[in-house]
Nanobody, 124 residues
Framework: QVQLVESGGGLVQAGDSLRLSCAAS????????MAWFRQAPGKEREFVAG????????DYADSGKGRFTISRDNARNTVYLQMNSLKPEDTARYFC?????????????????WGQGTQVTVSS
């Protein structure tokens, strides 16, 4: 079992930045690819960014390219999502997830473990 706990969400204004964190426990963190997903009210959950086990490979949805950066610290068992130039359409609940795959791919079915999420609200 892997337990994931997200933090860092909040209410911000358009153009602001936030850094989300996801702390993992229970198994060897570096054995898991990690990703961030988000779900806005009335919408399906969608991929935001993924990172490989070593952190050497990353992937981003078009919505976050150039604004979001995913990173991980395997010594601290933590994955981060730095979000800059936030927009109202970024408002959603953000979830981190862990997969036994090497790279942080986009399909949700690859991810075995999920956190409870952290709310991000961006006002205009």
């Amino acid at each position: 079992q892997v337990q994931l706990v997200e933090s860092g969400g909040g209410l911000v204004q358009a153009g602001d930045s936030l850094r989300l964190s996801c702390a993992a426990s229970g198994r060897t963190f570096s054995n898991y690819a990690m990703a961030w997903f988000r779900q806005a009210p009335g919408k399906e959950r969608e991929f935001v960014a993924g990172i490989s086990r070593s952190g050497g490979s990353t992937d981003y949805a078009d919505s976050g390219k150039g604004r979001f950066t995913i990173s991980r610290d395997n010594a601290r068992n933590t994955v981060y999502l730095q979000m800059n130039s936030l927009k109202p359409e970024d408002t959603a609940r953000y979830f981190c997830a862990a997969a036994r795959t090497y790279a942080g791919g986009r399909p949700q079915y690859e991810y075995e473990y999920w956190g409870q999420g952290t709310q991000v609200t961006v006002s205009s």
